[in-house]
């Protein structure tokens, strides 16, 4: 079994600056709106197994993406529409890398970069909360980046 969910949506980088939820926050309340998601993998029934994150990259720039996660995600502004804890009373964790940084070649409006990072989760991680780190080393002119991720979780 899959779950489709985005983990970045459309969103437009000017700059060389490493963008995360953090600094560009996905609001589920206005899904149309360019953001970066988290994504919970933890404590799900049945577990998830593995996972693939796609990343389209149709900036005219080569992009560093690293995958981050974080055991609480206690400084996500939305962490309560995602299990009902209230992380804003709460003390925050930081975010850790998992694995190595992915370089997706620049690409354009009608012929983006592709790159696909994979995992299983299952033997390797053992993080709640996943997301992203885009970071251009060259800021690009035109385009956006977009990602998705396919959750497979364990049968039983």
Do not use: C, H, M
């Given at each position: 079994m899959t779950l489709y969910r985005y983990l970045v949506v459309d969103l437009?980088?000017?700059d060389t600056n490493t963008h995360t939820?953090?600094?560009?926050?996905?609001?589920?309340?206005?899904?149309?709106?360019?953001?970066?998601?988290?994504v919970r993998l933890g404590e799900s029934v049945p577990p998830v197994r593995a996972f693939n994150i796609y990343v389209y990259?149709?900036?005219?720039?080569?992009?560093?993406?690293?995958?981050?996660a974080n055991e609480n995600a206690?400084?996500?502004?939305?962490?309560?529409?995602?299990?009902?804890?209230n992380?804003?009373?709460?003390?925050?964790?930081?975010?850790?890398?998992?694995?190595?940084?992915?370089?997706?070649?620049?690409?354009?409006?009608?012929?983006p970069g592709v790159q696909t990072v994979q995992a299983?989760?299952?033997?390797?991680?053992?993080?709640?909360?996943?997301?992203l780190a885009l970071t251009y080393s060259t800021a690009p002119t035109t385009g956006f980046v977009r990602a998705h991720i396919n959750l497979f979780y364990e049968g039983f």
């Open positions: 437009p980088i000017r939820y953090r600094t560009d926050p996905f609001d589920p309340l206005i899904p149309t709106q360019p953001g970066i998601s988290l990259n149709f900036a005219n720039a080569d992009l560093s993406v690293q995958v981050i206690k400084n996500y502004a939305y962490g309560n529409l995602l299990d009902g804890l992380y804003f009373t709460e003390e925050s964790y930081p975010d850790f890398n998992v694995g190595s940084p992915v370089t997706v070649a620049s690409g354009s409006l009608q012929q299983d989760f299952y033997s390797t991680s053992a993080e709640r909360y996943i997301s």
